[in-house]
């Protein structure tokens, strides 16, 4: 049955494997709300059941980007799946939204059961990270789009946040507030193409040491998967301590951090308070970047930033060990 189109390049069979393997993980990630398994046309959530008393949907949508490449290239994919989520679940987060459900949706020339499931057993432990329930997605196995061995992912998130705590607060921050920066787990999933550049340009491969870290391989440090920040951030949302949150992804500290803040207030970085971890002083270093280049591509070190009211910041440095001061707002 279906030899034909087996023979055409799709394996039916192989598909309902992994739909099969998919199951048990997604079955690990459910939550108040999500109660149905797989399999029906459309994935199935109850709000209601979150005990929201007015609430507002927010979505997000994202995808890796050339960071799959060096999955590709070590054939290590257990972690590309938690990157996939963390950029859509922070994106969320930056809104005051908790994430509530997650849809992936997998594209590939031939179907490899086991690279596939290890890239969705990413994805469940993602939204474990996050909190969210994994209520659907697609694989699709399309001959001749994608190279052998290649593979691209995109991820749905929605996530819900009570009417009066959504965020940005505009009309709350004023002159003095400050920023709070939480640490990256290092290049998250932005910048990649210049990393790949950088890399081959000193002749590097990913299985060699890390020239900034001895103790791992250049794979190691960047395929260190995204740092998901729902667990320490969303409760001091919920409790009205937080101002506004910028996600620090494209376009890095330069670009993300304006969105969080209304056209009247600019961020003031602290220079002294942005020492670049290792990991980026190399690609600095090695890829010749200048000050401006690095906060416009990379992270930089900060994977989430926090506008907070003076009051509120030490309670918060407390309440997040490893938080920083790294500027305040000024008028424009």
Same mark, same amino acid.
């Given at each position: ?37 797989? !399999?029906?046309?459309?994935? +199935?959530?109850?709000?209601? =059941? %979150? /005990?929201?008393? $007015?609430?507002?949907? *927010?979505?997000?949508?994202? !995808?890796?980007?050339?960071? +799959?490449?060096?999955?590709? =290239? %070590? /054939?290590?994919? $257990?972690?590309?799946? *938690? ?13 005051? =939204? ?22 969705? =057993? ?211």
């Amino acid at each position: 049955m279906n030899d034909a189109y087996k023979k055409a390049g799709v394996d039916i069979e192989a598909g309902n494997r992994l739909v099969d393997a998919i199951k048990p993980l997604a079955d690990g990630t459910r939550r108040a709300g999500a109660d149905t398994g797989l !399999g029906g046309f459309g994935g +199935l959530f109850d709000l209601k =059941a %979150t /005990g929201y008393k $007015d609430p507002l949907l *927010i979505s997000g949508t994202d !995808g890796v980007g050339t960071k +799959l490449m060096l999955a590709f =290239a %070590t /054939g290590r994919h $257990d972690t590309i799946g *938690i990157d996939l989520v963390a950029m859509c679940v922070n994106d969320v987060l930056a809104q005051g =939204a908790e994430p509530l459900f997650f849809l992936d949706y997998l594209a590939c020339g031939r179907l490899d059961e086991q690279a596939a499931a290890d890239v969705v =057993a990413g994805i469940a432990e993602g939204c474990r990270q996050a909190g969210a329930a994994l209520i659907g997605g697609e694989t699709a196995e399309m001959p001749g789009m994608y190279a052998n061995g290649h593979y691209d992912l995109a991820g749905f998130c929605v996530g819900a946040v009570e009417r009066d705590q959504l965020l940005p607060k505009p009309e709350a921050m004023v002159p003095g507030d400050l920023l709070i920066g939480l640490p990256s787990s290092g290049a998250h999933s932005n910048g990649y193409s210049l990393i790949r550049k950088i890399v081959a340009d000193r002749e590097l491969g990913w299985e060699d040491k890390a020239p900034f870290d001895e103790d791992q391989t250049l794979a190691d440090a960047f395929l260190t998967p995204t740092r998901i920040y729902v667990e320490d951030v969303l409760p001091l949302c919920q409790a009205d301590k937080v101002k506004g949150l910028a996600h620090i992804t494209g376009g890095g500290l330069s670009e993300n951090i304006p969105r969080a803040l209304p056209a009247r207030l600019l961020p003031r970085l602290d220079d002294k308070a942005l020492d670049l971890p290792p990991l980026f002083a190399w690609l600095k270093e090695a890829g010749a970047l200048s000050d401006g280049e690095m906060r416009r591509t990379f992270n930089a070190g900060i994977g989430m930033v926090l506008v907070v009211g003076a009051s509120e910041a030490q309670g918060i440095l407390d309440a997040l060990p490893q938080s920083s001061v790294i500027g305040e707002l000024t008028n424009a």
